[in-house]
T-cell receptor, first 115, second 111 residues
Framework: KAGVTQTPRYLIKTRGQQVTLSCSPISGHRSVSWYQQTPGQGLQFLFEYFSETQRNKGNFPGRFSGRQFSNSRSEMNVSTLELGDSALYLC??????????????FGQGTRLTVV | SQKIEQNSEALNIQEGKTATLTCNYTNYSPAYLQWYRQDPGRGPVFLLLIRENEKEKRKERLKVTFDTTLKQSLFHITASQPADSATYLCALEDSNYQLIWGAGTKLIIKP
């Protein structure tokens, strides 16, 4: 069974630009969560999608948005990039959401560098 | 305020010894707690999940304890090997069923 796939692996963008990151979850998984990770910081939760609906959202500005498609693939968009957005962006899929939360399976992440 | 804390300093352990990592939390009442391993530049990998009614969980050389009174989980690796060197993250579920993560502890096993 294929794991979680994130594309691209690496990305360099200029301040003010926008970026779209993609995540394909494990087949059959309907929950996709996005995280931002910077050196020395824990995983910072961005949002979770389940069956195309955003179920939870973290404390990030509106520049960060996402969506999920009917095949459970998810995209994350960051507009008007700032230097502080440089980070490893991780996507995790899970078979369930809510009260039956189980282990999360992570992709390898997208390393975004804003210059 | 709600916090989940792991020792931010790297833990250096001699090969063959037992490594013990700590995860403390405040103002949460999690139903369970999870431990993950993360290697540089990669996503975390699930290791163990322990529920609030379980005192201890084992998997091969790994052992996790969960003390809801102390609000603490301990993660042990016995007979440690250099290949165990990585950052270890703990995570718990908050009241919104969202996973909250510690910043991780870097473990270095010296040959």
């Amino acid at each position: 069974k294929a794991g979680v796939t994130q594309t691209p692996r690496y990305l360099i963008k200029t301040r003010g630009q926008q970026v779209t990151l993609s995540c394909s979850p494990i087949s059959g998984h309907r929950s996709v969560s996005w995280y931002q990770q910077t050196p020395g910081q824990g995983l910072q939760f961005l949002f979770e999608y389940f069956s195309e609906t955003q179920r939870n959202k973290g404390n990030f500005p509106g520049r960060f948005s996402g969506r999920q498609f009917s095949n459970s693939r998810s995209e994350m968009n960051v507009s008007t990039l700032e230097l502080g957005d440089s980070a490893l962006y991780l996507c995790a899929s899970s078979s369930t959401s809510g009260q039956s939360y189980t282990e999360a399976f992570f992709g390898q992440g997208t390393r975004l560098t804003v210059v | 305020s709600q916090k989940i804390e792991q020792n931010s300093e790297a833990l250096n352990i001699q090969e063959g010894k037992t490594a013990t990592l700590t995860c403390n939390y405040t103002n949460y009442s999690p139903a369970y707690l999870q431990w993950y391993r993360q290697d540089p530049g990669r996503g975390p990998v699930f290791l163990l999940l322990i529920r609030e009614n379980e005192k201890e969980k084992r998997k091969e050389r790994l052992k996790v304890t969960f003390d809801t009174t102390l609000k603490q989980s301990l993660f042990h690796i016995t007979a440690s090997q250099p290949a165990d060197s990585a950052t270890y993250l703990c995570a718990l579920e908050d009241s919104n069923y969202q996973l909250i993560w510690g910043a991780g502890t870097k473990l270095i096993i010296k040959p």
